[in-house]
């Protein structure tokens, strides 16, 4: 077997050197019940490599890629060109098969990456300080809402309509069973605004809220300035938690830190880093100075070696599980150290220059798209102001017509019905996603095929 | 020239030749500076198509202000971290021996796998019609945990282990809660992993230690005492921390369940297990499996993991959305509109992610599955409990061994620092002093109930000849610390950095890099 | 413990610290066995399905006797070359400044083209019809080829500079027996390339030097005194082995025409005029093209390279097979089946590799050349050749520089050690000097025509960071080894081996391992 | 431009401490009439990676791709499975780009590497020394035909003609224009024996022949004993040649150096290293210590350091172009290293044992296919001692059947009329290659396409 470098010989001199009469011997601990004395029946035995690529090959190749269609997805999880750079960088040994930096004198590169990536979010998020990772964007906001409960003291959590109702599943399955309170709505498709409730999050602002927490661009695409928000909260004594799911947007339009968050989290997918079908992605986590020490996950701080020399540690750990315990800011060990990696290559790429460039393309790109079906006969462009992604109004319910694309090889973009399930008012809602790898003849294909399903 | 602090010239033993360089490189050992003082907001490492002109729909909001992200050009790029990337560790160089971690051998085969486009480049909420492939991996690797675990039920979404343990706990709430018993204690092993009494206390249980007994088990008897009908689980880690096996599981599973109570499992350390014990023969009610322990899926320099969750019957109908069913004419992905449809999935504790878990990792783990087979996985189990041991007995004379005398380990080796008493040296010396001696060392300091612990987990990728070397610098350090003590107070002096200070570190926390410039205007 | 060769247990300055482990290690900078002392015949990195049962048709010549090809499992394979790679340095970790050599960056992109199932799981003698695209692609790349030099015709077989020369000298060879004209002798610079005398030896010719003048280019007026009805070709390289552009190439070129031989170019240094001039402009005949220097595709620490060879009319017809032509329906490969039947094909001088070249190459070369365009490689050639400009005027107050007066130079800038002359310190001590400052040196005694020569081409794809740095320390080392000679007569230091003895390596060869034991019995 | 690290302020700046006005007077010694204002014409501009990608990919795609069909295509490049560790180490930074290790304090990697590989090369062809690797076999094997002329002295070299024609191509192309003489054959499809013509070069030996040249498995597949051939070449002075174009097979016949050979060259494609459409491959060159001063090629050995340390260099390189000039034994540069270190790798996966797996499941695999089309009406199997090749006798000229196997989706083997146009008694003669990675839907596949076309 190729991943086992003892030989019989081997394993028996050291059974020797043990005095231990076979192998059974050092499992003696278990109890005879639940000894298995032959390999577990029901699954194969040991497989060539040759075997194995064969057969993960044929599953791989019953899925539509989306290199290989016109591509209109978004909705949390974005197709964006990854220079083969990043993907070269991440492979190396030294990166790929290191543990957490836990031994900081053989771990510079691991934690100067991190270092700089926390800078680089922080930057990028408009905020004073960012940490190391969390799993995904979903898991980071909930996060995100127990840190505003433990600065804030107070436990009620209001969650704008434009939150991705994924997210807003996920911090309400962390939030049943503790005495958080979480306050949801309904979104409505409100043309030109749609999910667009900030005027409502102001209203219902009061003393027992600890947090407003908002996505921009929102679920629908929607941007909208949050400065008044963000105020209001301040007024209140409520903290603003900005979700950003679309991490790429951030190079077009003025950061939560520029509009007033106090606490930003996103998925950081988008940069560096493939849609793998939904995971691993990355969990982008920044906030002020002043709540450092309430923050959830890793953080890399700046030192000097034994000779002066600068280095780098993982600090302030007396916020995490292996040093907290059940006081800890969060339980988070493993985070997303690779993908951050990735982020962070890709963000080194693009610089700033690059990023306001291609974030631009992917805004005009979006722009073009948007106009053109806006044309197509019974369609309705709802958001009017977006990044790369925005939602149409069909005649028909979108559900169908997007697996009547998919049929035409157009992977057309997401329906608010598989979202919303339920809610009647929104099935008829479409979101399309447009980055930079769309082509003009993508979008001739998709103009085409909407036109035929739609006719 | 770089000096030292105290600006001596230093020159190299038996020659005149002079140590220090301008560059403050070291032959192939080489220094790099940060991004932000290498780069700048104009360089740029990628092409791009120009940008057609529109009239923007930007609300306004454009960022019209300095972001400060410096670029670096393509191939100041790959410099930049080919450079890092050499003043890391990583199991690619040699043994990695953290206890706890599983650090074994990443196979190149999964990370190609892992690749394909078809498994790479496709999206979550692609129409499943398109995806069934993805689909079909995700049940087909559910059935190998399944069997391998002997349970019924398996989630697949939780991005890590401290996440598995968080779904675990939260389906235990969602069945306690479902038949109105609102128990808020969760006990803990005093041994067991941070995570575990902090995912307790994240979900809003109390969280209460048991002792561990004199032969680093949990006592049995204490935790029997405390069962009550305040309790609502007891997280128990097997093999334990201490790399033993748990021989009163399966009492202790049934002492659980009698009292009205759930038992979760940290699976952490089922590589130990794989192959030869089944957990649910053992009565657990939930276990999380690190697929990046366990399955070979890489660490990343600390992640991305996944922490698939089995559950025992008793739990299943509690698992979380969204998971694949397969059907007559191929594979369904459940999630909130399918499981409103469908009363047998009405009762789930509802989302933990956005998407469906950490596909990129489950095609990694598959290959690895695939790969060993039932047989090879048992082989897994066998070698690594092997190799813990033989690390044991090779020394245990002369490094302490608080538990050696209660029988044979499973997976790791768990030593302490007691035998360096009079020295004044640590664990934490010890540590670095195997830095010099080109190791990674142990895990420091874990688990908390040995005092200096040093926890050994050689995991089965190592060859005799990697531990026979490794036992030979550790015998030769425990040597020649006793008997020259001074020579390792201050260990490493070889690697690309010294001691790091991290007392400083979090005093004044710079956790992020300040222009000098901007920052002081 | 490994101790140095004395037995001394050394110290480091400043602490107690001992400098020698058990291991050899130093840290991060690992020692490596041999494979044979680590592996056996036993033990095996892969799987494999079971061998069906047969009656074998070997001939009754079954290999029955050991062979001795030790094997190791996948883990210790991955780490037995990741350690290695570990001592050896790259254009990856920082300037890597060989003259003649251009290393430059490579980009990732090309590698990952080059890996496109569609050109690297394509077998040379599939049916033309199933490998269009792969001939489209060399038709493409032969197109970008004749338009960047302006030549008519590319041969693209050749394997790398020196099978291209072999290529260009057979062409010349065929067009001179074409025409009834066995003319024996080729003039070579003194300056060339080994490989350039080599070549003409190798396919026949006799060889002659041509001087050089007191600025380092061809003297023509030798040259010129030297043609006549014996003298087959030139051999001239332009930029030549100085780094210096032959001004009178084209004179040179009508010379030649005129006396009835040809010009050949090697044409190692395009990456200095590419863009920006058109060989075939100043009248050359033949010239071939390292797509492993100016087309970036990596060196491997050897090979593989490429090298084809462009032609002007005169040479064409005799380009060697198979070759590829466009046709009205697609591409065709032209082999020996179509030359045959093709009269315009049938002078081609034949076959020069079993396939058509190095398709791997031509992939990475293509894709860098999409990437830059014409107007990139334009700047290419200047920022190479502004690279190497600044480096000579940086150095040259310091650095003897023996043609710097002459004017700028192109692509690379030449030294010599006689600034060391009374130091006793030479080209080779100030090499290894760079060695410890973490630097790949220069390119150390050639050409020939300088003494002591150090020839250092930067490339345009380092910063001017990179430079600076590059400047700084060559500047250090110069004021160092003036002011302490003593200290750089045993450098490196810091490497992961000391000086090695390349004298005792060729008076007693050891070309591989002898087994110990077996080789004793 | 993403590979240019210079600024225009670094250009400028540069150009100031140069002294030089602009970057034209950098150019000055360029004559005026050759010197271009404009950016050549007729070629593209610069383009982002995302559209080269996508411009390479459909080339790429036009490309009937040997690992998606039933494969059986041989003649000197096989289809092996190479494992994934290969690429990944190969593709290490330090390895990948690295030059010729001239500078071996820092170049200890490629040398080690090279060692083990010279070391491999000559065990697995029983020869004493290897050396660091030739362009491919063809070229190796002119190489050698030099080298016997500058050991015998002699200038005769006679090729069997069971060996690869295009090998004698390019042998023919290099000694076109020199001294030397080459007496060649054109080989017979006598059944049993394809292209054995071991008796006539006995008989053929002469006090002028410097070498015998000889195939083992031939181009048909064919396997022979060479040892007789051995004894006769000695005697006469002579030496003898061995080309191995499948270096698989020396896992599983008897080796050139058991049976007598002098030198022994081959193509290492096989081992560790893709099909690639011909390049790059790895040409081997083994022969006995006693001629190693008259091998082409570097050469690593072994040394020691100022520490006294065990370390490699390359050496004898009073052989090579770069120290003897035109005195060189061969004019070879650039070589194959980093084709030997994929070679080396999987040959350290393999080890002996695996080797000799891996061998005999192809010989049994050929032996299968081989017995199952051999009995398909009017086909006869002309080959019967091979190792994973063997040669058909159609019923009718191959070339077109290769064709129509090829519309049907089976890549079916060699033609000999492709290889030997214009020799009628060939044109029915067909080279089928069958290794590990045909499967049994493969032999069906091909067994069933054969017989339709042939129907
Ligand atoms: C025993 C144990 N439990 C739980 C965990 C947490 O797993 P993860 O890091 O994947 O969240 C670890 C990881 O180190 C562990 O060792
Ligand atoms: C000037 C010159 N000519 C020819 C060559 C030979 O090229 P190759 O090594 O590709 O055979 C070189 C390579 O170093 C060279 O520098």
């Not at chain 1, 996103?266 to 450092?292: M, T, W």
């Not at chain 1, 809602?429 to 085409?448: L, N, P, S």
């Amino acid at each position: 077997m190729r991943y086992l470098p003892l030989t019989q010989p081997d394993r028996e001199a050291m059974l020797g050197v043990i005095g231990a009469p076979d192998i059974d011997a050092l499992f003696a601990d278990v109890p005879a019940s639940a000894y298995l004395a032959e390999p577990i029946a029901g699954l194969p035995l040991h497989s060539p490599e040759m075997q194995v690529e064969r057969a993960l090959s044929v599953m791989a190749g019953k899925n539509l890629t989306a290199g290989t269609v016109p591509f209109f997805v978004g909705g949390g999880a974005y197709k964006h060109h990854v220079p083969a750079t990043v993907d070269h960088i991440i492979q190396r040994g030294e990166f790929l098969t290191a543990y957490t930096p836990y031994q900081p004198e053989i771990a510079q590169g691991t934690l100067q990456v991190l270092f700089e990536f926390q800078t680089q979010v922080a930057r990028l998020t408009g905020m004073e300080v960012a940490n190391a990772s969390m799993y995904d964007g979903s898991t980071a906001m909930t996060e995100a809402v127990f840190m505003a409960r433990r600065i804030t003291r107070r436990a009620k959590a209001v969650v704008s309509a434009g939150v991705h109702p994924h997210y807003v599943g996920v911090l309400n399955t962390l939030t049943r069973f503790t005495d958080d309170e979480v306050v949801t709505s309904t979104p409505s498709l409100t043309a030109g605004a749609p999910g667009d409730d900030i005027a409502d999050l102001i209203a219902g602002l009061d003393a027992q809220t600890s947090c407003v927490i908002v996505q921009n661009p929102n679920i629908f695409g929607h941007v909208a300035d949050l400065t008044p928000l963000a105020d209001a909260c301040h007024a209140a004594g409520t903290l603003l938690i900005v979700v950003v799911t679309e991490a790429m947007s951030l190079g077009a339009i003025k950061s939560p830190g520029e509009m007033g968050a106090d606490i930003v989290v996103g998925e950081g997918q988008s940069i560096g880093n493939g849609l793998n079908f939904g995971g691993p992605y990355l969990g982008l986590f920044a906030c002020r100075d002043k709540h450092v020490r309430q923050m959830p996950g890793r953080l890399c701080g700046e030192t000097t070696d034994a000779d002066g020399k600068r280095g780098f540690v993982l600090t302030l750990s007396t916020r995490e599980q292996h040093i907290r315990r059940e006081k800890a800011t969060s339980n988070i060990c493993t985070n997303s150290g690779l993908c951050a990696l990735a982020f962070s290559v890709h963000m080194t790429l693009l610089g700033e220059q690059g990023l306001r460039h291609l974030a631009s393309l992917n805004h005009a790109r979006a722009v073009q798209l948007a106009e053109r079906l806006g044309r197509v006969p019974g369609v309705e462009l709802v958001t009017t102001q977006f990044f790369n992604e925005f939602t149409l109004k069909l005649p028909v319910e979108a559900r169908p017509v997007i697996r009547k694309l998919a049929d035409k090889g157009v992977l057309g973009g997401i329906s608010l019905g598989r979202l919303y399930p339920g809610v009647s008012e929104l099935e008829r809602g479409m979101i399309v996603a447009v980055t930079e790898t769309a082509t003009d003849a993508d979008f001739d294909a998709f103009e085409d095929a909407l036109d035929e399903v739609l006719a | 020239m770089t000096m030292n602090t105290v600006g001596r010239v230093t020159r190299i033993a038996g020659t005149g030749a002079v140590a220090e360089t301008y560059t403050g490189n070291r032959g192939l050992m080489l220094e790099e500076p940060l991004l932000f003082e290498r780069g700048s907001v104009d360089r740029c490492g990628v092409d791009l198509d120009p940008v057609p002109v529109v009239q923007d729909r930007l609300a306004g909001l454009a960022r019209s202000t300095p972001i400060g992200l410096p670029g670096l050009s393509e191939p100041e790029t790959v410099r930049h971290y080919t450079r890092l990337s050499r003043q890391n560790y990583g199991i690619d160089l040699g043994i990695f021996p953290l206890g706890s971690c599983t650090m074994k051998h990443n196979p190149r085969l999964n990370e190609k796998m892992a690749r394909l486009p078809g498994f790479a480049d496709i999206h979550p909420l692609q129409p499943q019609a398109t995806v069934q492939g993805a689909l079909q991996l995700i049940d087909t690797l559910a059935y190998w945990l399944k069997t391998l675990t002997g349970m019924p039920e398996v989630a697949m979404s939780p991005k890590a282990g401290a996440h598995g343990e968080l779904c675990g706990m939260l389906a235990i709430r969602a069945a306690l809660e479902a038949r109105g018993d609102a128990r808020k204690v969760v006990l803990v092993p005093e041994s067991a992993h941070g995570t575990n009494p902090a995912t307790a206390a994240f979900c809003g249980y109390a969280v209460e230690n048991i002792p561990a007994n004199a032969r680093g088990r949990v006592d049995f008897e204490a935790l029997k005492a405390r069962l009550g009908p305040d309790v609502a689980a007891v997280m128990i880690t097997n093999p334990n921390t201490c790399g033993l096996f748990e021989p009163d599981l399966k009492d202790i599973c049934d002492a659980v369940h009698a009292a009205g109570a759930f038992v979760y499992c940290d699976g952490a350390n089922f590589n130990a297990i794989v192959g030869r014990v089944r957990p649910g023969d053992l009565g657990v009610d939930a276990m999380h499996i690190n697929l990046h322990k366990t399955f070979s899926t890489p660490h990343g320099g600390g992640g991305p993991g996944s922490g698939p969750v089995v559950f025992s019957e008793a739990l299943a109908p509690f698992a979380p959305l969204p998971f694949v069913r397969k059907t007559r004419d191929g594979y369904e992905l459940v999630e909130e509109m399918q499981a409103r449809q469908t009363p047998q999935y009405d009762r789930s504790f509802g989302r933990m992610v956005a998407f469906h878990g950490q596909m990129g990792m489950f095609v990694r783990a598959l290959a690895y599955m695939m790969s060993h087979g039932a047989d090879g996985l048992r082989q897994v189990a066998e070698d690594a409990v092997l190799n813990a041991n033989y690390i044991l007995a090779s020394l245990k004379d002369i490094y302490t061994a608080p538990f050696a005398d209660s029988g044979p380990c499973m997976h790791e080796a768990l030593f302490s620092d007691d035998f360096l008493h009079d020295t004044g040296l640590t664990t934490l010396d010890l540590a670095k002093a195997m830095i010099d001696e080109g190791f990674h060392p142990m895990t420091m300091y874990f688990p908390l109930v040995v005092h200096g612990a040093m926890l050994v987990e050689p995991t089965e990728t190592e060859s005799k000849a990697s531990l026979d070397q490794l036992i030979g610098a550790m015998r030769s350090i425990a040597e020649r610390m006793l008997a020259d003590p001074d020579a390792y107070r201050t260990s490493p002096h070889l690697a690309p950095r010294r001691r790091l200070d991290e007392t400083a570190a979090a005093r004044k926390p710079v956790l992020g890099w300040k222009d000098p410039v901007s920052d002081a205007a």
